[in-house]
């Protein structure tokens, strides 16, 4: 079945550092690439999303780029902050006309100061 | 709603006992889908709704698991004869539409516990 894989799992960097976790998908079709944070016992919330129209989106010390002839997909952040620290996933919609989201398997994300 | 509301936040329950964990959506959002999130892990995709139907329940594990909507708003989504390996956190998330690329935005959870 169509899939979306993440890495790494883990990742852990000193504040003010950058981050950097990437996603590949199987679905050629598909069309939209969101982001999601999860901090520990909440819900997940979008934090930034990117279509296939476009290769590389910012949003002040975020910023996500798109691959799609790779099928690959990255989120960038920049001078990291302790209260980036957090479970992220990235997800990828199942063919282009869908909202159905694959998840991939999260990065968990420390923050050191 | 300002939100996409789940009910209840917890349950614990016996094995072999129902449950059934509901969703109420954002006022306007005619899709509604559930994904299932275990210890750790990440997010399960369940079914999806598009109003009241449901075009796409491929993630539903067994025939113990079953979900309606009704009045193109809330839905319920049913586990019989609950097992341990149920035990996760049952997310519910809802989107304007269900076709082309739209933002999901997700509820708070219900934590099912299975003893």
């Known amino acids: 079945g169509e899939n979306v894989e993440q890495h790494p799992s883990t990742l852990s960097v000193q504040e003010g550092d950058s981050a950097v976790i990437k996603c590949t998908y199987s679905?050629?079709?598909?069309?939209?690439f969101p982001w999601y944070k999860q901090e520990l016992g909440k819900r997940p919330q979008l934090i930034i999303d990117?279509?296939?129209?476009?290769g590389e989106k910012k949003d002040q010390r975020i910023a996500v780029t798109l691959n799609k002839t790779a099928k690959h997909f990255s989120l960038h952040i920049t001078e990291t902050q302790p209260e980036d620290s957090a479970v992220y996933f990235c997800a990828a919609n199942l063919g282009s006309n869908t909202g159905k989201l694959i998840f991939g398997q999260g990065t968990t994300l420390q923050v050191k100061p | 709603g300002a939100g996409v509301s789940q009910s209840p936040s917890n349950k614990v329950t016996e094995k072999g006992k129902d449950v059934e964990l509901r969703c109420d959506p954002i006022?306007?959002?005619?899709?509604l889908y559930w994904y299932r999130q275990s210890l750790g892990q990440g997010l399960e995709f369940l079914i999806y709704?598009?109003?009241?139907?449901?075009?796409?329940k491929s993630g539903l594990p067994s025939d113990r698991f079953s979900a309606e909507r009704t009045g193109g708003s809330v839905s319920t989504l049913t586990i019989q004869r609950t097992q341990q390996e149920d035990s996760a956190v049952y997310l519910c998330?809802?989107?304007?539409?269900?076709?082309?690329?739209?933002?999901?935005?997700f509820g708070a959870g219900s934590r099912l516990t299975v003893l």
């Open positions: 998330a809802s989107s304007f539409t269900s076709s082309g690329a739209n933002v999901l935005t």
């Open positions: 006022s306007g959002h005619t899709a």
């Open positions: 709704f598009q109003g009241n139907s449901a075009p796409d």
């Open positions: 679905d050629s079709a598909s069309n939209y």
């Open positions: 990117i279509r296939s129209n476009v």
